[in-house]
Nanobody, 125 residues
Framework: VQLQASGGGLVQAGGSLRLSCASS????????VSWFRQAPGKEREFVAG????????SYEDSVKGRFTISRDNAKNTVYLQMNSLKPEDTAVYYC???????????????????WGQGTQVTVSS
């Protein structure tokens, strides 16, 4: 499975962006997919995750109510809609996929087998 993240950019605080994570692999619907982010000088952190059938999603507390993760398995793509962006959301955003990710490991980056190249999100104040 190869992942391609896109949609990042420069936006003012309060603005919106939609990130996309497109997969070139087969059976994408069998993978748990999550978004992580890494700001300069900080560790990579979990942002949002979605299980195979989209019935379960999880969010980091600081993005709840502002970000929405969704997936279109027919298009082999997972999206992260980001609204009400804040300067502290500035980071490189990575999508990650794993077939064997269990619920308790959803937020653990070590549980994922495949990573996209990252897309820069910059929010100006």
């Amino acid at each position: 499975v190869q992942l391609q993240a896109s949609g990042g950019g420069l936006v003012q605080a309060g603005g919106s962006l939609r990130l996309s994570c497109a997969s070139s692999g087969h059976r994408f619907s069998e993978y748990v997919v999550s978004w992580f982010r890494q700001a300069p000088g900080k560790e990579r952190e979990f942002v949002a995750g979605i299980r195979r059938n989209s019935g379960y999603t999880s969010y980091e507390d600081s993005v709840k109510g502002r970000f929405t993760i969704s997936r279109d398995n027919a298009k082999n793509t997972v999206y992260l809609q980001m609204n009400s962006l804040k300067p502290e959301d500035t980071a490189v955003y990575y999508c990650a996929a794993g077939r064997g990710v269990i619920l308790s490991s959803l937020r653990d980056s070590r549980a994922y087998d495949h990573w996209g190249q990252g897309t820069q999100v910059t929010v100006s104040s």
